[in-house]
């Protein structure tokens, strides 16, 4: 199984960028996708997460209103988007997968690499 996320650079406060997440060596089709970012310095926090089939989005009250996740159809695929971005967003941008899903890491199986996203001003 591999999480390859992607989409992560160099932006302006308050601008957007798109992060993406693609699936392989299993099916999804019952599982949670989450995002999780850590900033220099501190521990991993949860974003999002999305859980097939019902497509029921939760948000860490930091990023609610700003982000939102989403999937394509073939459930290989999620993104956050990411709007009015902060300099606090900064951070390395982690997608996982898990069965339950939810704002903890242990809720999560499969990790992947993280893709930065740097907030200036």
């Known amino acids: 199984v591999q999480l390859q996320a992607c989409g992560g650079g160099l932006v302006q406060a308050g601008g957007s960028l798109r992060l993406s997440c693609a699936a392989s060596g299993r099916t999804f089709s019952n599982y949670a996708m989450g995002w999780f970012r850590q900033a220099p310095g501190k521990e991993r926090e949860f974003v999002a997460a999305?859980?097939?089939?019902?497509?029921?989005?939760y948000y860490a009250g930091s990023v609610k209103g700003r982000f939102t996740i989403s999937s394509d159809n073939a459930l290989t695929t999620v993104y956050l988007q990411m709007n009015s971005l902060k300099l606090e967003d900064t951070a390395v941008y982690f997608c996982a997968a898990g069965p339950i899903g939810g704002p903890e890491e242990r809720q999560y199986d499969y990790w992947g690499r993280g893709t930065l996203v740097t907030v200036s001003s």
């Open positions: 999305i859980r097939w089939p019902d497509n029921i989005p």
